[in-house]
Nanobody, 119 residues
Framework: QLAESGGGLVLAGGSLTLSCEAF????????MGWFRQAPGKKREFVAG????????YYEWPVKGRFTISGDNAKNTVYLQMDELKPEDTAIYYC??????????????WGQGTQVTVST
């Protein structure tokens, strides 16, 4: 339902762009976004977007460094990550559903893509 790509290894201060293409039933979801989970830590919200209004919202650790955007013609959401820090290292999950900052707002989850930021 959600196909993620774009993870990898990058040096601190560098950039990566994650992509997430929606298929099937997820095409009916207005809210899309990204969560992440680092080893030994709780899963946390990163960024979200409304596909109908284009409104975006971010969690404070990434605000000003990450940008979420969408291309409805391609059913794809992007997460541009700049000024990456080692603490951004995590598995990043694309999500689709009603929206919001809580995991309960999303019915569909991607398989996850690893982002590793080294010093």
């Amino acid at each position: 339902q959600l196909a993620e790509s774009g993870g990898g290894l990058v040096l601190a201060g560098g950039s990566l762009t994650l992509s997430c293409e929606a298929f099937g039933r997820t095409l009916n979801s207005d809210g899309m976004g990204w969560f992440r989970q680092a080893p030994g830590k709780k899963r946390e919200f990163v960024a979200g977007i409304s596909r109908s209004t284009g409104r975006t919202y971010y969690e404070w650790p990434v605000k000003g460094r990450f940008t979420i955007s969408g291309d409805n013609a391609k059913n794809t959401v992007y997460l541009q990550m700049d000024e990456l820090k080692p603490e951004d290292t995590a598995i990043y999950y694309c999500v689709a559903g009603i929206g919001g900052r809580q995991s309960s707002g999303y019915d569909y989850w991607g398989q996850g893509t690893q982002v590793t930021v080294s010093t």
